[in-house]
């Protein structure tokens, strides 16, 4: 059974940075493609950031230019660095180990983590 657990989160001010990580423990596949997601209170899971098994990238426009995902495949951990933060990225951060294979309509997904909270408040 595969495991994901979020941390890293925390209560930073406006402008400051996170990294936060994703540590996996269980059978990942090689090719998945990984991500992160937040949702804020009262709003839908919304994506933030994803890489494939090569590198590839993509970003949210929101967070494009203050954000950076990235793997290290022998610790099987992927990091979001989260720099200039705003009120606005206030959210439950989650990652996935398996991006391509969220179900489109539910979000439900057999490789979600628990969640690490990221509060950006003066």
């Known amino acids: 059974q595969v495991q994901l657990v979020e941390s890293g989160g925390g209560l930073v001010q406006p402008g400051g940075s996170l990294r936060l990580s994703c540590s996996a423990s269980?059978?990942?596949?090689?090719?998945?493609?990984m991500g992160w997601y937040r949702q804020a209170p009262g709003k839908q899971r919304e994506l933030v950031a994803t890489i494939t098994s090569v590198g590839s990238t993509n970003y949210a426009d929101s967070v494009k230019g203050r954000c950076t995902i990235s793997t290290d495949n022998a610790k099987n951990t992927v990091y979001l660095q989260m720099n200039s933060l705003k009120p606005e990225d206030t959210a439950v951060y989650y990652c996935?180990?398996?991006?391509?294979?969220?179900?489109?309509?539910?979000?439900?997904?057999?490789?979600w983590g628990q969640g690490t909270q990221v509060t950006v408040s003066s």
């Open positions: 996935n180990a398996d991006v391509n294979r969220i179900n489109p309509l539910t979000g439900w997904s057999r490789y």
């Open positions: 269980g059978t990942i596949f090689s090719r998945n493609a």
